[in-house]
């Protein structure tokens, strides 16, 4: 069963993605961070790079309508046409798109919600659409942490 955690009320969304991304690479498997927008993975790419040297990650941007890189345990990417992943694949979700309406469901996504009203009420609505589809859903208050 597919799972989708949500994290919420993240007061830095683009520093918390940097850590969330490290973090899932360590936890194991291949990890893709999605963005329609571009400029989010130009900046992330950024972000990344600026990492201590003992704590890089290596990392590639990938270009979705070539084959996906197998070497690489991080890859960036963006487009509006959610990709179809091979299996044992952990979604970072930076774009509004919906990962139920995927050619191929991913094992794990993982969504982070600012502390906004709007950003919350876009995530009532992605936490409903995953449940409807069959994921199983954590949550994690982020709300005073890092």
Not at 73 to 82: D, E, I, K, P, Y
Not at 117 to 134: I, N
């Amino acid at each position: 069963m597919p799972k989708a955690t949500f994290y919420t009320h993240v007061a830095h969304p683009a520093a918390f993605a940097c850590r969330l991304a490290a973090r899932a690479v360590r936890d194991g498997g291949c990890v893709l961070v999605w963005s329609d927008n571009p400029d989010t993975i130009t900046r992330l790419d950024r972000d990344l790079w600026q990492n201590e040297p003992e704590s890089f990650i290596p990392h590639e941007i990938w270009q979705t309508g070539s084959a996906m890189p197998s070497e690489t345990l991080l890859l960036l990417a963006s487009g509006h046409q959610l990709p179809a992943l091979p299996e044992n694949i952990t979604v970072l979700n930076l774009s509004p798109d919906f990962w139920t309406a995927a050619p191929v469901l991913p094992d794990r996504v993982l969504e982070i919600v600012g502390d906004g009203l709007e950003d919350l009420a876009d995530a009532r609505e992605r936490f409903k659409a995953y449940r409807q589809s069959g994921f199983a859903i954590e949550h994690f208050g982020m709300q005073g942490k890092a």
